[in-house]
């Protein structure tokens, strides 16, 4: 079965810096899609960037990015310069054929807090 | 276009008691998918559609019906509810042509407490 681990469950960052989100998954497929979405107090499900396990390059969006480590099986998410709003839970999930439709397989997340 | 909407955002049941959560999309989204949200446990599978008269249990399918008469609407059963379906439900759709990215869109979520 498809699991995705996010190993810290709490995180908290200065305003202005840099911190990273820890995620590894596990599959047996080859073709595949990484997400990380963002759920602020309001409930809604964000999201926040996404990879595709075919491309080496790593995904950019504005002050996000992510290291994708395939042979690892890791994918981590870096919020640079992080603010205020940053604060929410993180989900990191992701998306095989192996399940039958691409189904998202969720981690746990991450309640992310940006300190003023 | 609304996305992905949900009715009602707030509801509670007494144990035994039946109802229907709504959930509707405007975007033509063949996949439709519902989700329950715990603490700590993060987004669990309870439902799928892959269009319309096509539906599949997810991971926790247990207590809940489904339906797909049409692509736009996919509404969640709870034929008789019990404390242990207390929880935040979403609804999600995506695209499934095959150069699409596989990322879901969500509904804003309808939290359920059962009594």
């Known amino acids: 079965a498809q699991t995705v681990t996010q190993s810290q469950p709490e995180m908290s960052v200065q305003e202005a810096e840099t911190v990273t989100l820890s995620c590894t998954y596990d599959t047996s497929e080859n073709n595949y899609y990484l997400f990380w979405y963002k759920q602020p107090p309001s409930r809604q499900m964000i999201l926040v960037i996404r990879q595709e396990a075919y491309k080496q390059q790593n995904a950019t969006e504005n002050r996000f990015s992510v290291n994708f480590q395939k042979a690892a099986k890791s994918f981590s998410l870096k919020i640079s310069d992080s603010q205020l709003g940053d604060t929410a839970m993180y989900f990191c999930a992701f998306a095989d054929s192996g399940a039958g439709s691409y189904q998202l397989t969720f981690g746990k997340g991450t309640k992310l807090s940006v300190i003023p | 276009n609304a996305g992905v909407t949900q009715t009602p955002k707030f509801q509670v049941l007494k144990t035994g008691q039946s109802m229907t959560l709504q959930c509707a999309q405007d975007?033509?989204?063949?996949?439709m998918s519902w989700y329950r949200q715990d603490p700590g446990m993060g987004l669990r599978l309870i439902h799928y559609?892959?269009?319309?008269?096509?539906?599949d249990q997810g991971e926790v399918p247990n207590g809940y019906n489904v339906s797909r008469s049409t692509t736009e609407d996919f509404p969640l059963r709870l034929l008789s509810a019990a404390p242990s379906q207390t929880s935040v439900y979403f609804c999600?759709?995506?695209?499934?042509?095959?150069?699409?990215?596989?990322?879901?869109?969500f509904g804003p979520g309808t939290r359920l407490t059962v009594t």
């Open positions: 975007m033509n989204h063949e996949y």
């Open positions: 999600a759709s995506r695209y499934t042509g095959t150069s699409g990215s596989y990322e879901q869109y």
């Open positions: 559609s892959v269009g319309a008269g096509i539906t």
